[in-house]
């Protein structure tokens, strides 16, 4: 009876878990099965070509692949030394009142949503910026990163408010490597006369694995983020190095045109494109965990192994 | 190397440290100021009473689209919470598995799915079909994003509670469906509802999984079938429009909308904080 009881809760409960892998295959499926006439219609030359033409149904997804990317990769150069530098300060340097209302706030920054983000980037952000593109000096505006007109809306704000919104993911697995690196990695390193940035280093590098993880977890975030980037890099969808261009990235333009996509094909094609964003995120995404989680099984098999030898002794 | 100039280096460096502190608490600031110092000045009893008022006509307020929020995040939660707390008790109880191992995997990599993405699905799923944006098409699309954080947060809060329960439960006979529900669930059962306050407060700020599932509405409306506003997506509506009072009015909705975070996620850290002491005393 009572056995009978236990099999079916087991059963049971792992319908329900099932359900969570099926969800995310079913999403895989739903998205190929809504972009199959885009996929069979373009084929590869969907992803090479930069016309984008709803009205004479041409589409080619470069100009959003590359707003996508090249956003993602500005913010993380931005996110990933703040974000390992309040690691490292919250959990070596400051001092341990300060530690929980530090780790508090940095963690707010993940709690205020995307869209206030975007709210704040219009009306306060992008007027600064557009400022600062008017203070950038002659001799500058000749570099493939600056030209163009000031108009503040355009790839540098976007990468900035992607930065801000990326760092507390970062920083939090950051710190929780961090902190599980065991002391004496630290302690042989001040023995041999480092300092403490020397011994901080020696931290760091044991902790390469997670630390890895951690950045791409943040580059994952960054991808995907919709609203925010939506409101201030322009909706223009080219291919261009400059911060001060406006461009597109792959969620923005299916945030921006999807309720407007009148035939199936256009339909299609933003679908399409959502498929590739959810196929790359999965595998950031992924790569990430494992990274991750394989520093922390090196943790757990150090932990046994220190308790073993504490009972040998 | 000369042990003064590495002492600098290292002090230099430690100085940026509690420099990026700074760079990242100066945003937060920033934001946290202007949303409430434009948002609070913005805030009336029309605001939470009223519906939009038709292009060029001054005040009105969002309060179809704070019930509409309301309205969704509960479709959100009555889905996503049993099914994130019975995958939680498999993982606990069974957590070694393959099984659970790729249940454990999938459930953080779902975490990190763009919501956008996870939108388009809840529009083929539920929308296409009927062919109708509705208040349930935006409540199913936010409970799929909030299904892994349930269920990860369950299936932590079970491990935390004291091994001892369990084996007393089970050595007076109980089955472990019995131990489970009538024990081990009821000991964490503070923790898990910070678990869901947390994801509740999650979800209620999500705007891009709304914009073609639930749609918008400039009326009341509580009907599931229908489309339904929500705060965010009014937020949005009025932050890219040209008029100077709807400006004001998307500050006041970003107030409310910040305000109903934070103050679920200060619950939240109360109900931690007391489920610490507790396990302390023990």
Same mark, same amino acid.
């Given at each position: ?27 895989? *499926? ?28 041409? *589409? ?28 490292? @300060? ?48 002659? !001799?500058?505006?000749? @570099? ?98 400059? #911060? ?13 045109? @999807? ?18 964003? @959810? ?8 790569? !990430?965990? #494992? ?23 | ?31 946290? &100021?202007?949303? /409430?110092?434009?948002? &609070? ?5 029309? &605001?939470?009473? +009223? ?24 479709? $959100? ?22 099984? $659970? ?16 993405? /996870? =939108?388009?699905?809840?529009? =083929? ?11 349930? %098409?935006? =409540?199913?699309?936010? %409970?799929?994003?909030? /299904? ?25 006979? $109980? ?12 000991? %964490? ?25 639930? &749609? ?9 079938? +229908? ?6 997506? +009014? ?13 004001? +009015?998307?500050?006041? =909705? ?13 619950? $939240? ?14």
């Amino acid at each position: 009876m009572a056995r009978a009881d236990d099999r079916s809760y087991r059963n049971v409960t792992a319908l329900f878990a099932l359900l969570i892998i099926l969800l995310v295959a079913g999403i895989g *499926f739903e998205l190929t099965r809504q972009s199959l006439l885009s996929i069979q219609k373009f084929g590869f030359g969907f992803w090479i070509g930069t016309t984008w033409d709803p009205v004479s149904g041409q *589409f080619g997804a470069l100009p959003f692949i590359w707003g996508t990317l090249y956003s993602s990769f500005l913010a993380l150069l931005i996110s990933t030394p703040v974000a390992l530098g309040i690691a490292i @300060f919250i959990n070596e340097v400051s001092p341990s009142i300060l530690r929980t209302p530090l780790t508090y706030l940095t963690e707010l920054l993940a709690a205020i949503p995307s869209i206030v983000y975007g709210l704040w980037g219009i009306f306060v952000l992008i007027p600064i910026i557009r400022k600062l593109e008017l203070m950038i000096p002659d !001799s500058l505006k000749s @570099f493939p990163l600056f030209t163009g007109p000031p108009l503040g809306v355009g790839m540098g704000a976007a990468a900035l408010i992607l930065a801000v919104m990326v760092i507390p993911f970062t920083s939090a697995v950051a710190r929780e490597i961090l902190k599980g690196v065991p002391i004496n990695q630290r302690e042989a390193a001040y023995a041999l006369g480092a300092t403490r940035w020397e011994a901080i280093r020696v931290a760091l590098g044991y902790g390469k694995t997670g630390i890895i993880g951690a950045i791409m977890l943040g580059l994952g975030r960054a991808l995907g983020e919709t609203m925010a980037v939506t409101m201030v890099i322009g909706n223009n969808p080219q291919v261009k190095l400059s #911060l001060l261009a406006p461009q597109y990235t792959m969620a923005a333009v299916i945030a921006n045109e @999807f309720t407007e996509a009148a035939d199936e094909l256009y339909l299609h094609a933003l679908i399409e494109i959502g498929l590739v964003l @959810f196929l790359i995120t999965i595998i950031v995404n992924g790569l !990430s965990r #494992l990274l991750i989680w394989s520093m922390a099984r090196r943790e757990a098999a150090r932990v046994t192994v220190a308790t073993n030898e504490a009972a040998v002794v | 190397m000369n042990t003064r100039i590495r002492l600098l280096k290292s002090n230099i460096i430690v100085a940026l440290c509690g420099l990026a502190v700074v760079l990242a608490l100066i945003p937060l600031a920033m934001i946290l &100021f202007y949303v /409430i110092s434009h948002g &609070f000045s913005a805030l009336n009893w029309a &605001f939470f009473t +009223q519906m939009p008022k038709p292009v060029g006509e001054v005040g009105g307020g969002m309060g179809n689209a704070i019930v509409g929020t309301l309205i969704l995040i509960s479709i $959100a939660g009555a889905l996503a919470v049993p099914i994130g707390i019975l995958s939680g008790i498999h993982l606990a109880e069974y957590g070694g598995t393959p099984f $659970a191992s790729t249940v454990r995997f999938t459930a953080d990599v779902l975490n990190g799915v763009p919501s956008i993405v /996870i =939108g388009i699905f809840a529009y =083929g799923l539920v929308v296409l079909p009927v062919h109708r944006f509705s208040a349930l %098409a935006g =409540g199913v699309a936010l %409970a799929i994003m909030m /299904i892994p954080i349930v269920t990860r947060t369950t299936e932590e809060l079970l491990r935390l509670v004291p091994s001892g329960l369990k084996e007393g439960a089970l050595a007076l006979g $109980a089955t472990r469906t019995r131990a489970m529900f009538t024990v081990i669930l009821p000991a %964490a059962l503070p923790g898990i509802v910070t678990g869901v306050l947390v994801a509740l407060a999650r979800i209620a700020g999500e705007t891009a999984p709304l914009l073609f599932t639930a &749609f918008n509405n400039r009326y009341w409306s509580t009907s599931l079938a +229908q489309p339904i506003g929500s705060l965010t997506v +009014q937020i949005f509506t009025y932050a890219i429009s040209p008029y100077e009072d709807w400006h004001r +009015q998307a500050w006041a =909705g970003a107030f409310v909308l910040v305000m109903m975070i934070l103050t679920l996620s200060i619950l $939240a850290r109360l109900v931690t904080r007391r489920l610490e002491r507790m396990n302390r005393g023990s």
